[in-house]
């Protein structure tokens, strides 16, 4: 434990000093934006690991959660668009519930009568009655003004509320998803998931009507200030003064007037950037101490025991299916909180940047890195990897000018590596892999129960 406690001071206080030393030479808004961006990260390493960490579950489909939860911050928080839902939305509605309906019946007429045939033919009445319904009110909501809106638009509610609604999108789901794959062998369910998680993006990229599509949707609502609303308030104005006063003194008067103005505008963006740090903060915190309760629970006991053992779980009378189910539909839903947090830093949801690489191998390396089945090792890895994931290209396009400078400008082989330094950093994730793996094989903070 001695040994444990020395890695866990070691490793955070070595992740801070990176931070302050991005702070003190380059920029501290660049500092804040990677806290934040590690934050989130962390905060998906930690759904990740849950699900893997406590149940052996190996799900590579992180990308359709976080997708998903992104999504919940359109629907949540962006404004309705009246003209589109005049246009097409009650016959959207319509096609919507006569498709829901349409699965249940067949849901149910296979489990009372068994007959294929009469499932089928169900299907095939509800699928062309909901297409009937559909194709009109795609068109429809589609064509009003498509270069800025062509979509139905969202609830208008404060952006909190869709990172809730983002963990509940996520959950539902995964438990969909879970109930039709968690009976699959581990190497099944891996490819089962991303394939699911690929025809999740596929439906949101090319339903344009929902979210836009690739098109995009921008001006997602804040939950913190903006950055010029802060610069005109005069609370904020006195305090950088104050703050300031020295600094301000030493100058010309006809020039201090100017250095405020660049001062406030400077802080304004540390204000903001601090607000979505203390957000994320308190979310993570959260997030750990629940994990970590329910880690330490009877409940948690028994989800280790089956993951190290199933056959004897299972003798001892242990539902493995439904506690399975159960671990994949939280762990999905902190993916998707995590994915609404995103969207919301970014200010906008962009389906085309979804990618496996950056969220599935990026937060699966956070997880064997930072030690599965530890909550706060999740959290070293999510900061440790994207920190160097962030860093990697400039410090890549550096190597490369500094191993090549003795070369002539113009020359070939100089010019390939500072054009393509940037895929430096994927060698620099697999050496960080090769690395851990070597030296710890058990991760960073490996898990406590287990003898380092």
């Not at 699965?103 to 009469?118: E, G, M, P, T």
Request: aromatic residues 12%.
């Amino acid at each position: 434990m001695n040994q444990y406690k020395a890695r866990l001071f070691i490793s955070f206080s070595m992740m801070i000093l990176l931070l302050l030393l991005v702070g003190f030479f380059q920029s501290w808004a660049l500092c804040l934006t990677i806290v934040n961006l590690c934050l989130i990260s962390a905060i998906m390493a930690l759904g990740v690991n849950i699900q893997w960490g406590y149940a052996g579950l190996f799900n590579v489909g992180i990308m359709g959660f976080a997708a998903l939860g992104g999504m919940s911050v359109v629907l949540i928080s962006k404004n309705s668009v009246p003209e589109a839902l005049q246009a097409g939305g009650l016959k959207m509605f319509i096609a919507l519930f006569i498709l829901a309906a349409t699965v249940a019946a067949a849901v149910y007429l296979h489990k009372k009568f068994q007959r294929k045939s009469l499932v089928i033919l169900t299907i095939l009445i509800g699928y062309f009655i909901t297409r009937y319904f559909y194709s009109d009110a795609s068109q429809s909501i589609e064509s009003v003004n498509p270069a800025l809106t062509g979509y139905l638009g969202g609830l208008g509610l404060p952006v909190l509320f869709s990172w809730i609604a983002g963990g509940f999108l996520a959950a539902a789901a995964a438990w969909l998803i879970g109930k039709i794959t968690l009976g699959l062998r581990t190497d099944y369910l891996a490819i089962a998931t991303l394939g699911i998680s690929e025809i999740i993006l596929a439906v949101i990229k090319n339903e344009d009507w929902m979210v836009r599509g690739v098109k995009n949707v921008t001006s997602i609502p804040r939950p913190v200030p903006y950055e010029i609303d802060l610069q005109q308030t005069a609370w904020f104005q006195d305090m950088i003064a104050k703050f300031y006063s020295k600094s301000l003194d030493i100058l010309p008067v006809a020039d201090q007037a100017a250095a405020l103005k660049d001062y406030i505008s400077e802080a304004s963006i540390l204000m903001v950037k601090l607000s979505y740090t203390g957000l994320f903060t308190s979310v993570l915190l959260l997030l750990i101490i629940l994990a970590t309760l329910a880690l330490n629970s009877p409940w948690g006991r028994m989800i280790r025991a089956i993951r190290d053992n199933e056959t004897a779980a299972s003798a001892m009378g242990k539902d493995i299916t439904k506690r399975h189910l159960q671990i994949f539909v939280i762990g999905s839903a902190i993916v998707g909180v995590a994915g609404a947090m995103l969207v919301t830093y970014d200010g906008q949801f962009t389906p085309g940047s979804y990618i496996p690489l950056r969220f599935t191998f990026l937060i699966w390396v956070m997880v064997i890195v930072g030690g599965s089945g530890n909550n706060l090792g999740s959290v070293i890895g999510g900061f440790v990897i994207w920190f160097l994931w962030i860093m990697a290209e400039p410090v890549g396009f550096w190597l490369a000018d500094l191993s090549t400078s003795f070369l002539n400008s113009e020359n070939f082989f100089r010019q390939h590596l500072l054009e393509h330094a940037q895929y430096i950093r994927l060698i620099f994730m697999g050496l960080v892999l090769l690395l851990v793996m070597r030296f710890s094989p058990d991760g960073i903070l490996p898990e406590t129960n287990k003898k380092l």
